[in-house]
């Protein structure tokens, strides 16, 4: 079975091709469903990645971390944005 990081380097490659389809194609083809595809492919990518990482020793705790870091960032920016003064 291959490591999270040999995941992580064939993934980033994908995305990197994906990322540069969905660029492409407003302008080539004018439909959105080359959008919808390519979106779909990067979120199937993105699950994959979770779920390899969640299988390596630490994976299941840093990502218990990394969400607990969004909802605090998201509380600090609601709050920015609740109590900034212009």
Do not use: H
Not at 9 to 28: G, I, N, W, Y
Not at 46 to 53: N, S
Not at 61 to 83: D, H, K, M, P, T
């Amino acid at each position: 079975m291959p490591s999270a990081f040999d995941l992580l380097a064939s993934d980033d490659e994908q995305v990197k091709r994906l990322l540069s389809q969905f660029e492409a194609s407003p302008a080539a083809s004018g439909t959105n469903d080359s959008l919808l595809a390519a979106r779909k492919k990067m979120a199937e990518i993105l699950d994959a990645t979770l779920r390899a990482f969640t299988k390596t020793p630490a994976g299941p705790w840093l990502l218990v971390l990394v969400a607990l870091g969004l909802v605090i960032f998201g509380s600090y920016s609601l709050a920015e944005a609740r109590w900034r003064r212009l």
